[in-house]
Each structure stands twice: as C-alpha cells, then as structure tokens.
C-alpha cells in the first residue's frame, strides 16, 4: 500500500538534541509569559517618572489623566480608542490594600468603566454603569491574603499583587470634553507609604539581544507572581536543565547550548503570536467573546497583548479586527474602499460603537483631518437616504469627507468597538459588513 509522501516543513535547524529540546519545551512558555512581560514592561515605561506627567506616566499607586483623546502622538498601549479619556495607574499591593474612589456621575448616563487587569492581563473586574451607582463608591483592593475591610468599603479581590487600573470616560464630542474632564478628575486612590514598585520591573533589563532580555525579564516576573498551580507543567521539561523559577534564573550562567535553545524559542514563539493576531482565514472581520477572561487560551491571550493590550472583557467591549477585505485582500491605503451598514443594520451596542484604524505599528495614523475613528457620535456623519451608513476609508479623501476614515499609503487594519454590546450580537445573530474595495 502506496502511503502519500509527508509534507516539507521549514523546520528550524538545532545544533545538537538538547538545543532542540529546550527550544520544543520553551515555546509554550514564550506564548504563556509574553503577556506578562508585556504588562512588566508597560508599567516599568509609565511609572519610571518621579511626578505624574498625564497621558499614562505617573508613580505607581498615582493616578494619570489625560486632559484630551489619544491621537497619533500617543505610543504607550498599542491599539487605543479615540472616543475615550484615559486615566491609569499601576497599582502594587505588596504593602496592604489601595483604595479606589469613584465620584458621582453628574451625568447619569454618561459612559465610564474602570477596568482592572492582573499582572497577566486578565481583565479580572470591571467597575462601570452597570454596577457602580450614580452617587459613586469606595471600593479596596486587596491581594490575596489581605484581610477584608471593615469601614464599608466594597472589597475587590485582585488575583496578583500588581494590578494595572486602566479607566475610560466618554467624550461627547469637543464641546463636551470639559465636562469629561471634570467628571474623571473625581477618581482617586489611596494607599499605604511606601508606594513600592515590584522588583522585576525595577529590575527590568533591556537593550541586549531580545531574545535574551525577554527570558531574563519573564523569569523575573514569573518568580514575583508565579503560575497558577494548574499552569506549573509549563515550566516542568525546563527544570531538566537547570532552570527553577522559585530559585531565580540569571541566564548569564545557563549554559550556551540552553541558551541557544531559548533564542530559538522566542523567535518561533513570537513569529506564532504575530501571524495570529491575523485572521487565518483571512476573513474581513474576526473577534473573540473570550477576550478578557482567556482561561486556558494562552495564544489569544498573546495575540491580544500585542495587537490590543489591556482589552475589556467582552461582556463590557467586543473588539471585532478587520485586517482583509471581503476578497480576503489585506487592507492596504493603496486602495480605497468602503464599510457600508445597511438599514437598521449599525452596529449593535446599547453604550456606544465606533470604527478606528490603525497602521502596521498598531497606532494610530497622523492625518490631514485628525480623524482615527468614526461611530454613531461623530459630528456631522451622513446617512443615505435609506437610513444606511456608508464608511469611506482611503488614504487620498473623497470628495464629500463627512464620512471619510483616513488611511495611511500602505497597510493597515480596523477595529470595530462596540461597547455594551447587545445580547443578539452575544449570540451571534449579528453579522459585520464586508470591507468592499471599491478602486
């Protein structure tokens, strides 16, 4: 019996077995820890500041806010949103619990959450409209262990010492942005002296092969806040070679075959993770109601944590990436095309929705118009005349740019937001337009 011959795959090449092995065993480590290094990363750039400087920067267990949307000038979070005031702050509970103030809402219905991530990116709570009341709260965040609070406060259990607050208030428009403003400087924390930040992002290491700094920082951050215990067999083929996570790597005295093996590893780890934060089915429109709260899915978890981290969880925000059009094309400025809703087809979310693009460095795109996004509350959008919404996205603009998305000359993506979505869309029974390309 006549068997098919086997594929040819473009296997890496190993200089010996146990380079091999390390590598095989490694790259599910590379996928589990990028988000990880990635949020150690993201908090040793925003807090290595003495005072708060806005737009994200601040000490740790500070707040920051800033006064205006984030535009193509904003490059501390890949993929932000347009509609939105930030306010942030990194939060270590290492000293006792921090608490959070939240103000009442002048406006009732004013759209606002604050998100609270661990040092994992799981988006573990969320504190918005739908369980804070209009006269505001306390809440304290306590890390695992820390005793309960006895003056009333609202107790939020937070599953690692380091958590990232990332809050979000609506802008109606640039007349509004005053209000806006006033409403987020209301948020406060406290919390014990000290203000410590954790010792793998004092720690951080960088500038050497990244390979290298990568491994030293995860291993770093994984003895500070150590895998689950359903999640130890990731590290379990690597102890064989000496790396022991509870007793601290220093990958300057592993040997340089294990070493080797771990470059190797990063660079097929990171490739997997990149071409995944793709559609691999080249779809026009691709999202995951997982989002958020990854359970076991350490490669969307990954995905996300490069192409959009600190996501919401998507019974707060459902992300849908549009990276192809309807022909399966990736999306490219050399082109221009347009994103048509039909009647009573918009987007289905009961706060807001909007359409944002972004370049192939996951940020926004300088344009003539400063335009990033569009939705259901840009000024001056025109409906055609059978109430259907028809979305212009190009890099040269339209005659008519009411409702033009500007796009760069070369590749980019889309992100369609919708915040609260609607439990039909929950379930499926929504269907996001085709990009067309249409010259």
């Known amino acids: 019996m006549n068997h098919p011959a ?10 010996s077995a146990l380079e091999a092995y390390v590598a095989s065993a490694a790259i599910p480590l590379v996928i589990y820890g990028y988000p990880l290094t990635e949020a150690i990363r993201t908090c040793r750039l925003q807090t290595s500041v003495a005072e708060v400087t806005g737009y994200g920067r601040a000490p740790v267990n500070t707040l920051s806010a800033s006064q205006r949307q984030w535009t193509h000038e904003d490059r501390d979070i890949v993929t932000p949103a347009n509609d939105l005031l930030y306010f942030c702050g ?51 965040l306590l890390a695992p262990g820390q005793a309960a609070s006895t003056d009333g406060a609202i107790d939020v259990q937070c599953p690692t010492t380091l958590v990232w ?4 208030v609506l802008v109606n428009g640039e007349q ?13 924390i406290t919390s014990p002296p000290g203000n410590r930040r954790p010792q ?25 806040f150590p895998p689950r215990p359903d999640e130890v067999g990731l590290l379990a083929l690597l102890r064989r070679v000496g ?22 590893a990063y660079h097929q780890g990171m490739k997997l993770i990149e071409t995944n934060t793709r559609s691999q089915f080249r779809k026009s429109w691709g999202y995951s109601l997982k989002l958020g709260k990854w359970g076991d899915d350490y490669l969307l978890r990954a995905t996300t944590a490069m192409k959009g981290l600190g996501a919401l969880s998507a019974d707060e925000a459902v992300y849908a990436l549009g990276d192809y059009d309807e022909d399966g094309q990736p999306l490219d400025g050399a082109y221009r095309y347009e994103l048509r809703f039909d009647p009573g087809m918009l987007p289905p979310a009961q706060a807001f929705w909007s359409v944002s693009l972004y370049g192939k460095d996951y940020y ?15 000024p001056g959008l025109r409906m055609e005349a059978d109430r259907g919404l028809v979305i212009t996205i190009s890099h040269e603009p339209p005659a008519d740019t009411a409702n033009w998305l500007p796009a760069p000359s070369g590749p980019f993506y889309l992100i369609l937001r ?8 929950i379930k499926g029974e929504y269907v996001i337009p085709a990009v067309r390309r249409i010259g």
């Not at 086997?6 to 200089?15: F, R, S, T």
């Open 418 to 425: 919708l915040y609260h979505p609607s439990a039909g869309f």
């Open 200 to 224: 793998c992002v004092e720690r951080w290491v960088g500038g050497n092969e990244p390979a290298i700094d990568f491994f030293q920082n995860l291993f770093a951050a994984l003895k500070e």
């Open 243 to 264: 790396i022991r996570i509870e007793q601290g790597v220093d990958m300057a005295k592993l040997k340089p075959v294990v070493v080797q093996g771990l470059v190797n």
């Open 90 to 140: 990194w939060i270590n509970l290492a000293d006792g619990p921090v608490t959070l103030s939240i103000p009442a809402r002048p406006d009732a219905d004013r759209y606002f959450v604050v998100e609270l991530l661990d040092a994992f990116t799981d988006n573990f709570i969320n504190l918005g409209l739908r369980n804070v009341p209009v006269e505001g709260g306390t809440y304290r």
């Open 6 to 15: 086997a594929p040819v795959y473009d296997a890496p090449v190993y200089a």
């Open 165 to 168: 607050m990332l809050g979000r």
């Open 364 to 378: 926004f795109v300088d344009n003539p118009i400063g335009r990033y996004a569009i939705g259901n509350r840009t």
């Open 176 to 188: 509004d942005l005053p209000a806006a403003c006033a409403f987020q400087s209301g948020f406060s």
